[in-house]
Structures are given as structure tokens and as C-alpha cells.
């Protein structure tokens, strides 16, 4: 592997502290951080987003519970603090001290078209705060206050990406500077991974208990919400993956197909992509090829491959959950590194745009 410029990338991503860890996190964006940590050609970080989940509706008595949950988590997944920066946002006041000039540069409506924008502030329409809007720049700051250019993240967040590439060349422009990077997203092969619920919608926290698999969930819950997945009822694959992918992208009206075949359908193939990422080579397409799918096989087969696959995880939890001070530690080390990149770059940026 070459390194370019014999310099290292700097790669940063985030998770927000509202729940546990699911397999569409794993599957999207956690794999590629513990990979990417033993990469050469990237300095990575990875921190606790807590800044940006206030926007949603959360029980203060939960948030402290919840960021040293996901601490835990990060680090039985294997983000290891010897390759990795390890923080939480909120120990470093910068991000969102750069945020507020960012917002003096950004649209607001270049915000009022965000995705996610439109669907949380639907999801909870009694608290449609400035949080939920300014998110994305919040994002921009946390990924630009550390000069970061590849950011690991699912195919949700890329829109958030470009946001930030469109905040850093305003800035560039504006003062006449060539100081913000464009950063680019770094994707899986699985940059979108399917409810079990509802699988024309994203496996998310905020779709249910039933929609998600937590990566500490126990074999037999692992197996319960698996059986319980919506999938296409006969086993029949009437579309192919990419003729699915296809429709989905198109308005309802131009589909031809109802929701309730395009759900069955994506359904099936999302369980069928499951098993292609965690089982042996050939087991998926055994099933793909023998229709229809014999669901009483496939579905506890790949109960048990997941459950095989972090039964490390769930023992590492397990074992960091009995020294939660450790923990702590650990991010507020990772904060103490991080926090002096990112005071060196708002020193720099208050220098730039006259106020000191
Ligand atoms: P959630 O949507 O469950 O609240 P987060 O917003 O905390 O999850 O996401 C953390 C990371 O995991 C982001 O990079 C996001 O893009 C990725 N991610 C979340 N859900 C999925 C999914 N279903 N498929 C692929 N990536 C996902
Ligand atoms: N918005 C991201 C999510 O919900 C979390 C996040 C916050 C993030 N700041 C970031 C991701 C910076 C990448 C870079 O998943």
C-alpha cells in the first residue's frame, strides 16, 4: 500500500449516544472504522456525538447511561486507543464554537432540503428544533476543526458530506484562503442496511426494538427478530437486487409495483445480503438458487451466523462494563489530543475572519 505525499489522511466519524449499537451501524460505517485504524494511509478518529443527539427527543436521566453505553461499545467492537482517537464532542467546546461562524456562511436553505431534516422533524413534530436544522452544520464543524478529508460514514450521512464540502469552499472563498479540505465519504459495500420492520426504510433506533439487531443482543433475541422479519411471503425473487435498487430510487407513482411486493421484496434481500456478509461463501446463494427460499433454514442459519460473529463483542461489553472509569479515561485522553488540533484551527480561523 502507498502512502501519497508520505502523509497520512486524516479520517473522522462520529456516532450519536442514543441507543445501542446496531448491525446497520456495524454494516455501514463501525467496520470500516476498526479496519481502517490499522490502514497506514489514515490518522483516524472516532468520537461520541452528544452535541448533535440532544436534538432528539431524549430523557436527560438516560444521556449519561447512553454515552458511556456507546464508549463501551466503540471499544468491544475493537477501536483500539493505541490507533484510534477516542472522544466525546462535548469535551471539545470548539466544535461548536466553529459551527456558529459555519452558520453564518451556510444557506438556510441548503439546510431546509436536507433528507434527514424533513424526516425527523416529521418523526417528532412537537420538537422541530434549530438543533434538528442546524445538525448538519454542527457535522461540518466536526469533521472540518480537524482538517478531516475521508469520512467513514453509511449512505444516509453522505448528503451531510456534501454539505460540509459546500461549507468549506464558502469559507475558502470567503476569506480568500485555501484552509478547509473537501472531505470525502468513505463507504462499504453495505452502505445501506434494511429494517427488519420495515425494509423499505434504514435498520434505525428510532424505527423499534423489533426493526434493529443490537450487536449485543443474545443468540436467541438475534433469532426471535430475525423470524420476525418481513420478507416476501411465497420465497419467490421476482426482482433482482439491482431491479429493486433501481425501482426504489424512482417516485411511487412511476413504480408499477405496490409497496407491499417492493417491501416483501427488499425484505428478502436483505436477509439474503445478511448472509452473504456474515455466512460461508455460497451458503446465500445456495438459497437464491434453490427458490423458493426455504425461510424455515435461511432464517435460523443466519440467526446463527450473526450471533457467531460478535459473540466477542458481547463478551468484551461484558468485561469493560466492569471498569467504567477506564472507559472514561480512555475518551478523556483521546479528548486531551483532539482538543489541541482543534484550539490550533479556531486560533487560526478567528485570526482569518478578523476578530482577533
Ligand atoms: P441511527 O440511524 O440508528 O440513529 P446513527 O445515526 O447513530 O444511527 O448512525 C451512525 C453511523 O451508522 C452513521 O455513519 C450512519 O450512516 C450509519 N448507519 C446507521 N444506520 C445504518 C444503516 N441502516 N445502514 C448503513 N449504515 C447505517
Ligand atoms: N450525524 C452522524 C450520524 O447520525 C453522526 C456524526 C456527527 C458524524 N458528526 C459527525 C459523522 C461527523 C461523521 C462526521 O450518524
Known sequence: MTISNNRRKTLISGIQPSGQVHLGNWVGALKNWVRLQDDPNYECSIFVADYHSLSGDYDPQDKRRQVLEIMTELLAAGLDPEKCTLFRQSDIPEHTELCWIFNTLTPLSFLERMTQFKDKSGQQDRNVNMGLLDYPVLQAADILIHHGEAVPVGRDQVQHVEL??????????????????????????????????????????SLGEKSYIALSDEPDVILKKIKGAVSETEGRLTLTEAELDELLTKPLEERGLDEETLRGQAGVWNLIGLLRLFGHEGEAQRFVDSQPIRYGELKPLLAERIAERFADFRERKRELEAYPDRVLKIFAAGAERARETARKTMEEVRRTIGIR
Not at 479540505?181 to 435498520?203: F, H, Q, V
Request: hydrophobic share 25%.
Open 164 to 205: 460540509t464540502r459546500d461549507v468549506a469552499r464558502f469559507y475558502n472563498r470567503k476569506y480568500g484562503v485555501d484552509y478547509f479540505p473537501e472531505p470525502e465519504p468513505y463507504l462499504t459495500d453495505t452502505p445501506k442496511l434494511r429494517s427488519l420492520t420495515d425494509p423499505l426504510k434504514k435498520m434505525s433506533k
